[in-house]
């Protein structure tokens, strides 16, 4: 393995990179939403905004969840851990000529080590590269005590912390989607974790492979600076930044400072930095790193980011709302051009970020943005790398995955859609090599192909209003209290429908937003484990006192439906009214 992994470094050029942000789940394929939903107080903000509430199992009247983002993903909510999702980021990523993700992550068995397996199993077959970014201050906070009680001292988790840079080394550092640079493996590390002399400790007991070279550490080097007269003044020397290059890290950029405080124009947000600001920030790295003739700077990234607008997680839950404005997209070009204009100087660029919605710098195409980012990546990308700019192949992994995800549905309506899945598989390798014509070509027979598989489809509405469900509860003046646990039954004639054929399926109803509680919807499930997957919805009140619409997806996969019993069941400190089902089944003719 080591042989060809040499030949694999001895071709590699400049590299760009995307930074990660996980884990997002979806109900139906995890039981879960991770990171798509948040609830936060805001208290501390200056802006007068004393909460967040983003519920995102419910849908609004534009058909998009209320995720924890202020834009939308323009595939939809989806889960992280889907292998057509995985496909379709990481093809996307490619046509923009972005290298790998760095997965942001921590430390196993932590979530996003499940996310980091995911990610190499399918970027494997696209020749794709994935690493971390290694936010040791995970391992350092108390989170691993809760999964191993004894790992809980420094020195315990300092130990553990030599374990997991193995793990990286061994699993991560090494094989076909190793993130290589001048030869070397190499990570951004977040911090802020081990200290000087822990990270030291660490390294001592680490063993590199025969013939590895030293992984090469990306230092965050954020510090904020400071504004005098209206002018942004940046950092340009940082003693904690000289103790890590003594163990070889090299200082590099991650989201610029937003030191301006909140005024009439930027008046939801409690700091914003200026598109001057922004270049400011990266000055110091122009001319203390890139231009530096230190042997020790082994690896020199430039840096990139297309803005920033928190008010998906005010600080994850600190209560500070931070922007920097995307101005059409020109603060995303602009700092490209300026690395570019550096570009003899480095030998990599890391974006920030692929996929943060939460914070609000995810270049992924969105509703509200397209695939604008992706375009700019693909023409400064090229430009760094001495290649050709090729536009065709941005909107191919959208078109891919749409097809996929109507294979699949096809495929639970009882219809044999094997070779429109090979074919499928055939049209992605052909994206990954940028065979982007016979691509074209491929998923427009495709395409025909699916919609005569569903014109085969007989499709019939079904909408009970609350008089024609089974409903037992408490009745009060106004809605159900489900304080009392509230259940739902269904005619068994559509029982039997719904276990027959497949469905796309709604609960709708009203909730008095009252309070700050939360109410669950539950079912049974034959799926495993079974309690995620019994959670239809989790809903949390923000205390309004508004009476607000609500509407969640019925997933087949997740619901069992039952004769002359409920299949739903509604329970909380809320009150309730005006319940209704929405279905649309199919069968084939």
Not at 182 to 210: C, N, W
Not at 336 to 353: Q, R, V
Not at 446 to 462: F, H, P, Q, R, Y
């Amino acid at each position: 393995m080591l042989s060809a992994l040499q030949v694999a470094w001895a071709q590699n050029g400049k590299k760009v990179y995307a930074d990660f942000h996980g884990v997002r789940y979806t109900r139906q394929h995890d039981g879960k939403l991770g990171r798509w939903e948040l609830y936060a107080n805001t208290e501390k903000s200056a802006t007068g905004r004393k909460s967040l509430c983003y519920n995102a199992d419910l849908i609004d009247a534009d058909g998009r969840n209320q995720i924890a983002a202020v834009y939308y993903p323009q595939v939809g909510m989806q889960s992280n851990l889907d292998p057509d999702y995985i496909e379709y980021q990481i093809l996307s990523a490619k046509t923009a000529q972005i290298d790998g993700f760095f997965i942001e992550w921590g430390f196993k068995p932590h979530e996003n080590d499940e996310l980091l397996r995911a990610m190499q199993q399918v970027a494997a077959k696209y020749d794709f590269e994935i690493g971390v970014n290694w936010c040791d201050g995970w391992l350092y906070y108390n989170w691993i005590t809760k999964i191993y009680p004894e790992i809980n001292t420094r020195e315990a988790k300092t130990e553990y912390m030599a374990q997991c840079y193995q793990y990286l080394v061994d699993s991560v550092f090494t094989g076909p989607t190793a993130p290589i640079v001048k030869g070397m493996p190499v990570f951004y590390h977040f911090g802020p974790g081990a200290t000087i002399d822990e990270y030291r400790k660490v390294l001592s007991e680490v063993k590199l492979p025969q013939g590895m070279k030293q992984p090469v550490a990306l230092r965050r080097w954020a510090d904020w600076g400071k504004l005098e007269n209206n002018t942004y003044i940046p950092v340009t020397q940082s003693a904690d930044m000289d103790a890590w290059k003594q163990v070889g890290e090299v200082p590099t950029a991650w989201l610029p400072a937003r030191v301006r405080p909140r005024d009439e124009a930027h008046a939801a947000w409690d700091n914003y930095a200026t598109p001057n600001d922004v270049i400011e920030f990266m000055k110091p790295f122009r001319d203390s790193i890139w231009h530096s003739t230190n042997p020790a700077y082994t690896v020199k990234s430039g840096f990139a980011m297309p803005g920033m607008d928190n008010r998906g997680c005010a600080g994850w839950g600190r209560g500070h709302f931070y922007y920097i404005p995307r101005n059409n997209g020109e603060t995303y070009s602009n700092m490209w051009k300026f690395c570019m204009e550096e570009k003899e100087h480095l030998d990599m660029m890391f974006i920030a970020s692929w996929s943060d919605y939460t914070e609000g710098h995810e270049i992924e195409p969105t509703i509200e943005n397209g695939d604008r980012e992706l375009r700019t990546t693909l023409k400064y990308a090229a430009e760094f790398k001495d290649e050709q700019a090729d536009e065709r192949g941005l909107t191919l992994p959208l078109e891919l995955f749409r097809l996929r995800k109507e294979a699949r549905f096809l495929e639970k309506s009882k219809m044999d859609v094997s070779g429109c899945i090979r074919a499928l598989d055939k049209v992605a390798l052909l994206i990954s090599q940028r065979r982007y014509p016979v691509a074209i070509g491929l998923l427009s027979q495709i395409d025909n192909d699916v919609k005569g598989a569903k014109a085969s489809l007989t499709v019939e509405m079904k909408r009970l209003r609350e008089s024609e469900l089974n409903i037992q509860g408490k009745r009060k003046s106004g809605g159900y209290n489900l304080s009392e646990s509230l259940s739902i039954g269904f005619p068994k004639e559509l029982v039997s429908q719904l276990q027959m054929n497949n469905y796309v399926g709604y609960l709708y109803f009203e909730y008095l937003d009252r309070g700050k509680e939360t109410f669950f919807i539950r079912s049974s499930t034959s799926r495993e484990p079974a309690e995620p997957f019994r959670i239809v919805s989790r809903i949390r009140t923000d205390d309004t006192g508004e009476w607000k619409s609500a509407k969640v997806e019925l997933y087949k996969d997740n619901i069992v439906y039952g004769f002359n019993k409920p299949t739903f069941y509604l329970k909380g400190n809320v009150i309730i009214r005006n319940l209704s089902v929405g279905y649309t089944i199919y069968t084939v003719k």
